[in-house]
């Protein structure tokens, strides 16, 4: 027997050793790319129970948010997937607040809270869409999410706002914008271990250097979106609206989510 390889059989070990660092790679990208090469996915939560407009709004905004500033702006192995908590039969942890009302059709069925856990934890990291001008109209985003386990909440998270314009207070900017709402989720999170995208650190406050991505629909278009009227659709002045406050607070969030999520994979 030889005591060195002749060149065949060098040949051999050398193109097995390329095979080798291929399938190496390959796993590592599978791992980067998601579970056997599947995308990574955000999940874009909110809630189309609510009084009207709301209910409409949300939906619209999820929708419109996703497809115009979401899915231009995410790398190619990241999708975002909208979840509407409309779909699920949750239970209030506030023995005083009514029940969700849930409008399904006949042939559906409300999903069950376990199913709810299993939809979300699926994903990466979450986008949440709530109204910022009343706590109440929160309550059951903050029961749906009080009820998931701390390996399912403790993902990156970005808040997303829309409301109703506002008056102007020179002296009160938060009064102008009534969006107590956005402090009181972020205090909420925060206190249940999310790891919340920090929008806030551009400004005091978030108030109005930084902040988070929010969607203000203009007064004389509310209305519209109560009765089904003209102008109940997002584009022209309303879509241009958006886009200090919405489209590049969004492009931002969703750079620093990511960046949270492939961090975290680290």
Known sequence: MTQHLNTRSKKKLFICFLGLKDLAFCCRLNIHNGVHGKPNTIALIHNSALPRPLDVLSTAIAEYSKRTYFNSRIPSNYEVHIIDLAAYNIPSSDSTSESQTIDTDATSKPKTPAEWQIDTSKHSGFL??????TWSHCNSL???????????????????????????HPNEYERTW??????????????????????????????????????????????DWITGGYNAFIGGQQAEAWEQRGENRCQRGINMLIAEIEKNRK
């Open 128 to 133: 949440l869409l709530f109204p910022y001008h």
């Open 178 to 223: 009534k969006k107590k709402s956005f402090s009181m989720m972020r205090d909420f999170l925060l206190q249940k271990g999310v790891k919340l995208v920090d929008m806030e650190k551009n400004g005091p406050s978030g108030w109005p250097i930084g902040g988070w991505p929010e969607f203000i629909v203009y007064a004389d278009y509310w209305e």
């Open 142 to 168: 903050k029961n749906a999410l009080s009820i998931l386990p701390p390996h399912i909440i403790h993902k990156p998270t970005l808040l997303l706002g829309f409301g109703k314009e506002e008056p102007y």
